[in-house]
């Protein structure tokens, strides 16, 4: 079993749409969230950044940890073509043998059509 | 502040030839780490180093070599290329343990 699972995807809304991606966990260690976003032919970039449990907004994203589920969300509201990507979730631990090491889904393609 | 610097950005290989990837970071951080990058593989890591002075073996070492030339550098070197390793590679850093990754735009190679 993979330390981390994500949909592939492909996901594909049109503009205006709530987009909804996901990830679930194995490592109960585990205490920093995070979500990237890979432009076609780039880098990925950090988007957003969680410590432990609960939700953090910023803009039209929004990111969710539960930790008892060892589920994360990443919600996108009134989504745009130039949100157009893949979003791959990442994850580390505080504490043990992996400590400072970067736990990637495979990353979920979207795509959002005007 | 440009942040992480890959060379090259694209490379074709023949089987057996050896390269060097290099990697540069000027934020002054103390991590730095080399993925590769395959279609429905995602991101596996392949080496990395904590701190100056210091380097790991990841997920996928096999084939790969690295050196932490300074706090900046840390090149990938592949010695005997096949084309299991044609991939996109990617360098990352980041300054503290709990702090995100700042990546590099990446290297296409091509093992032909």
């Known amino acids: 079993q993979k330390e981390v699972e994500q949909d592939p995807g492909p996901l594909s809304v049109p503009e205006g749409a709530i987009v909804s991606l996901n990830c679930t966990y194995s490592?109960?260690?585990?205490?920093?969230f995070m979500w990237y976003r890979q432009y076609s032919r780039k880098g990925p970039e950090l988007l957003m950044y969680?410590?432990?449990?609960g939700n953090k907004e910023d803009g039209r994203f929004t990111a969710q940890v539960d930790k008892s589920s060892k589920y994360i969300s990443l919600f996108i509201r009134d989504s745009q073509p130039s949100d157009s990507a893949t979003y791959l979730c990442?994850?580390?631990?505080?504490?043990?043998?992996?400590?400072?090491?970067?736990?990637f889904g495979r990353g979920t393609q979207l795509t959002v059509w005007p | 502040n440009a942040g992480v610097t890959q060379t090259p950005k694209f490379q074709v290989l023949k089987t057996g030839q050896s390269m060097t990837l290099q990697c540069a970071q000027d934020?002054?951080?103390?991590?730095m780490y080399w993925y590769r990058q395959d279609p429905g593989m995602g991101l596996r890591l392949i080496y990395y180093s904590a701190s100056e002075g210091t380097t790991d073996k990841g997920e996928v070492p096999n084939g790969y070599n690295v050196s932490r030339l300074n706090k900046r550098e840390f090149s990938l070197r592949l010695e005997s290329a096949a084309p299991s390793q044609t991939s996109v590679y990617f360098c990352a850093s980041n300054l503290l343990t709990r702090y995100g990754y700042t990546f590099g735009s990446g290297t296409r190679l091509t093992v032909v």
């Open positions: 969680t410590y432990s449990s």
């Open positions: 490592n109960s260690a585990f205490q920093y």
């Open positions: 934020m002054n951080h103390n991590s």
């Open positions: 990442a994850m580390k631990a505080d504490r043990g043998s992996t400590l400072g090491r970067l736990y």
